[in-house]
């Protein structure tokens, strides 16, 4: 496993630089707008069906050659989200070339779909950090929020994939009226 550490320092200074030459350094691809979960209070959802009625997901030329043009702009970092950015056959190409750019890459899941199998090749392509969002302490709360009554279970499983393979996690929390009750868990 690599690990790419990032001074705070050194990143702020980056940051500083850049917005003084105005720079866009960030970036973030909402890969899809497809998710495995209907939570109660999300924007960004939809089922494969509803999203081919709109039009079709960028492919991963696509998303790469973007890339390239943001690259040549001074983009660095570059955040991949979605909906569920590992609902894409294709994320493993497309982050493998993000490396080969030399891209700092993180990804924001919701954690439910990271297998064994997706840790072994995330090792090989490694993300500066994967952002996982907890939306409850229990099954029962994925459920009523979620409508995955395993989403609680996944998430964690995902999580401690992530850790024992050396993959940087950052947890987040979106706190609502469905899962306020779990916010100490």
Same mark, same amino acid.
């Given at each position: ?14 940051? $500083? ?6 720079i ?53 970092y ?27 890459? $993180?990804?924001? $899941?919701?954690? =439910? ?14 993300? =500066? ?8 302490? $229990? ?13 609680? =279970? ?7 994939l ?13 706190? =609502? ?8 868990g």
């Open positions: 496993m690599i690990t790419i550490p990032v001074d705070a320092k050194l990143t702020e200074y980056l940051h $500083s630089k850049a917005a003084w030459a105005g866009a350094l960030n970036g973030t691809f909402e890969l899809t707008p497809c998710c495995n979960m209907a939570c109660k209070m999300c924007y960004v959802r939809m089922t494969k069906q509803q999203q081919e009625q709109i039009a079709p997901l960028l492919t991963a030329q696509q998303w790469l050659a973007l890339a390239e043009e943001a690259k040549k702009q001074g983009m660095v570059l955040l991949l989200t979605g909906g569920e950015p590992f609902l894409r056959p294709d994320l493993r190409q497309i982050l493998t070339g993000l490396n080969q750019m030399g891209l700092l890459v $993180s990804i924001n $899941s919701n954690g =439910t779909l990271i297998t064994e199998e997706v840790v072994s090749w995330l090792k090989e392509v490694p993300p =500066t950090r994967v952002n996982i969002t907890l939306y409850g302490a $229990s099954d029962a709360t994925y459920e009523r929020l979620c409508g995955n009554p395993k989403g609680f =279970t996944q998430a964690v499983r995902g999580i401690r992530l850790k024992a393979a050396g993959i940087v996690v950052k947890i987040n929390c979106s706190v =609502t009226p469905y899962n306020a009750d779990d916010l100490e």
